[in-house]
């Protein structure tokens, strides 16, 4: 990743800050004349598709601080010698800038949705949801002293979307995808993402994007004020043109340049002498929006195709493993028919909120960030208490083809 990027102008610094089972750290770069800081986040786990758990929240809080630290240091140098009147350094020569970013790769999920399954605890929950508010409005509090910049790729869901949006700016490439999937399961964010969607975008943007877990493309995130720029990525390695024992490589250099080109292009994004965000326009019209929500949050279509796929699974045999694996993903396509759907306790629980706070403007949002990020992440922890949060989580972690359709009655 850093080579293209040094090549560049780019020159990193030995790591501020290592996580102890390797999910987050802090890296100091100097580019364009200007130094700051990579913050960087990976789930270790190569089974977890860089979900969001909760050691990986403890690694990012403690990055933040060996950040938060050194920023604080760096001012109180400068004052101690304007105090002093002896020399001091310009302005431009103190960090001005973060890149919040991840590793390159096809998926990234949310937080670790094994954590919310069965009866799960609650406590730990709301802990995981709160250090995740803490962050959020850590990291604001910085926006008036650095350029924070957040990069996106791949297809990403939930907390892999609420993360970056910690940053005031951005950049993904051309294939990347994000979807807001809680609702789906009977949740909705809990690390700030409706607050955040309210920030960068519109307030009906916000809900469509919260209450309808829909995946945004790259160019409506660019229209809806996600990100303010593009970079265009390639077609990747093609798994069935390429002989078996070659695409681990291949895979491994397409990554490679993708993730130093978006490196690139949020570096120049941070050292930009002036930033300009267009307003962002709004993705579809609230009578479409509010159609599709009152579909999709109907049980009774998704109750018949329930009932038809355990009558099917009931006529199996007991150690047809192959028919049932077919049956599974029979359900998963005609679900996706359907449209997935959507707890009506979870989309209410998104509509009340933006509601709520959407007549505020993003300098009283700011000013009232915690407090409203607080009230989020309750919201999430009156709906994991929920039987809708039991069906929808069970829908995606179990093998009963019949249970992997959520019915939200």
Request: aromatic fraction near 8%.
């Given at each position: 990743m850093h080579a293209s990027a040094l090549s560049a102008g780019a020159e990193f610094g030995p790591a501020l800050y290592t996580g102890p089972q390797g999910y987050a750290s802090l890296t100091p770069v100097s580019f364009s004349g200007r130094s700051g800081f990579l913050l960087h986040y990976r789930n270790p786990d190569p089974r977890k598709l860089h979900a969001v758990d909760s050691q990986g929240m403890r690694e990012l809080s403690e990055a933040l601080a060996a950040l938060e630290s050194t920023v604080a240091a760096g001012d109180a140098l400068v004052a101690s010698a304007v105090a002093s009147g002896e020399p001091h350094p310009e302005a431009d020569?103190?960090?001005?800038?973060?890149?919040?970013?991840?590793?390159?790769?096809?998926?990234?999920?949310?937080?670790?949705?094994?954590?919310?399954?069965?009866?799960?605890?609650?406590?730990?929950?709301?802990?995981?949801?709160?250090?995740?508010?803490?962050?959020?409005t850590r990291i604001k509090k910085l926006w008036p002293r650095l350029r924070t910049v957040g990069v996106y790729c791949g297809e990403?869901?939930?907390?892999?979307?609420?993360?970056?949006?910690?940053?005031?700016?951005?950049?993904?490439?051309?294939?990347?995808?994000?979807?807001?999937?809680?609702?789906?399961?009977?949740?909705?964010?809990?690390?700030?993402?409706?607050?955040?969607?309210?920030?960068?975008?519109?307030?009906?943007?916000?809900?469509?994007?919260?209450?309808?877990?829909?995946?945004?493309?790259?160019q409506q995130m660019f229209s809806a004020g996600f990100v303010q720029g593009i970079v265009d990525a390639p077609a990747p390695p093609d798994r069935a043109a390429i002989p078996p024992e070659e695409y681990p490589q291949a895979w491994k250099h397409y990554a490679a340049q993708r993730q130093a080109e978006l490196l690139l292009a949020a570096l120049t994004l941070a050292c930009s002498a002036e930033l300009h965000r267009p307003q962002a326009q709004d993705l579809v019209s609230p009578e479409a929006m509010h159609e599709e929500i009152r579909r999709r949050s109907r049980y009774e279509a998704y109750a018949a195709l329930?009932?038809?796929?355990?009558?099917?699974?009931?006529?199996?045999?007991?150690?047809?493993?192959?028919?049932?694996?077919?049956?599974?993903?029979?359900?998963?396509?005609?679900?996706?028919?359907?449209?997935?759907?959507?707890?009506?306790?979870?989309?209410?629980?998104?509509?009340?909120?933006?509601?709520?706070?959407?007549?505020?403007?993003?300098?009283?949002?700011?000013?009232?960030f915690h407090e409203i990020g607080t009230e989020e992440a309750a919201l999430i922890d009156r709906l994991m208490q929920t039987e809708h949060r039991r069906v929808g989580v069970n829908a995606v972690l179990s093998k009963n083809p019949a249970e992997r359709v959520a019915v939200f009655d």
């Open positions: 020569e103190l960090a001005s800038f973060c890149v919040i970013h991840g590793d390159y790769d096809p998926v990234h999920a949310g937080a670790d949705i094994t954590e919310f399954a069965g009866d799960p605890d609650y406590s730990a929950i709301h802990q995981h949801m709160l250090r995740g508010v803490d962050i959020d990403r869901f939930g907390g892999s979307v609420e993360w970056p949006m910690f940053a005031q700016w951005a950049v993904c490439d051309s294939r990347t995808r994000i979807q807001y999937s809680e609702v789906q399961l009977g949740i909705v964010p809990g690390w700030d993402g409706i607050l955040n969607s309210l920030l960068h975008s519109t307030p009906l943007n916000a809900e469509y994007m919260c209450a309808t877990g829909n995946p945004l493309t790259a329930r009932d038809q796929i355990a009558a099917e699974a009931a006529a199996l045999a007991p150690a047809d493993a192959e028919g049932l694996k077919a049956l599974n993903r029979k359900a998963a396509a005609e679900v996706a028919k359907l449209g997935k759907p959507l707890a009506p306790l979870a989309v209410s629980g998104v509509q009340d909120f933006i509601e709520r706070w959407r007549g505020l403007d993003n300098e009283e949002l700011l000013s009232r």
